[in-house]
């Protein structure tokens, strides 16, 4: 895969043995159809099209399971952020969530503002309530904003 312009990625995918521990304890793998293997195996082969098309790279959870458990230390989830920053660089459309999450952080300062959850106790908590801290944001909001658009700019050029 030449055109994502990382050899070292190529390089990594040519050590993989096929023996299937990354997608035996991947948990996209699991509840959805993410092969971490054959990802490798389909980046070897070049198949960048048909990888892109599968869309696993979007079902990653970015657990790093995979990256601890091989024993060749090929790494799936590295391919797996070669594929996806490759996609940005084309312009392919990012799934909804990755859009969201860049506009957040330009907003707000964060992937996701603080929310509330409920326990399986059915209780609502919240940091205040669970005595945490309010979390600080960068303090210039702007200016953390314009470093991130061109940091941005710059991984997708
Ligand atoms: S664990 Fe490593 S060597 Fe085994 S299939 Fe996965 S990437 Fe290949
Ligand atoms: S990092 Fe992604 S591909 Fe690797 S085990 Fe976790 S969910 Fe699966």
Request: some cysteine.
């Amino acid at each position: 895969m030449g055109e994502t312009g990382v050899k070292m990625a190529e390089v990594k995918a040519s050590y993989c043995v096929q023996c299937g521990k990354c997608s035996g304890s991947c948990p996209a793998a699991k509840f959805l159809e993410m092969r971490p293997r054959k990802v490798v195996l389909m980046y070897h082969l070049g198949m960048v099209d048909e990888l892109i098309k599968s869309g696993w790279m979007w079902m990653c959870a970015d657990c790093l399971a995979c990256e601890e458990r091989c024993p060749y230390e090929v790494g799936p989830h590295s391919l797996i952020m070669e594929l996806r920053a490759y996609c940005a660089r084309k312009g392919l459309k990012l799934p909804a969530y990755y859009r969201q999450v860049a506009s957040n952080i330009t907003k707000t300062g964060f992937v996701q503002e603080p929310v509330s959850i409920r326990t399986r106790a059915r209780r609502r908590v919240d940091r205040s309530s669970l005595g945490l801290p309010e979390p600080k944001g960068p303090s210039r909001l702007e200016d953390f904003a314009e470093k991130v658009r061109k940091l941005l700019e710059v991984s997708m050029s």
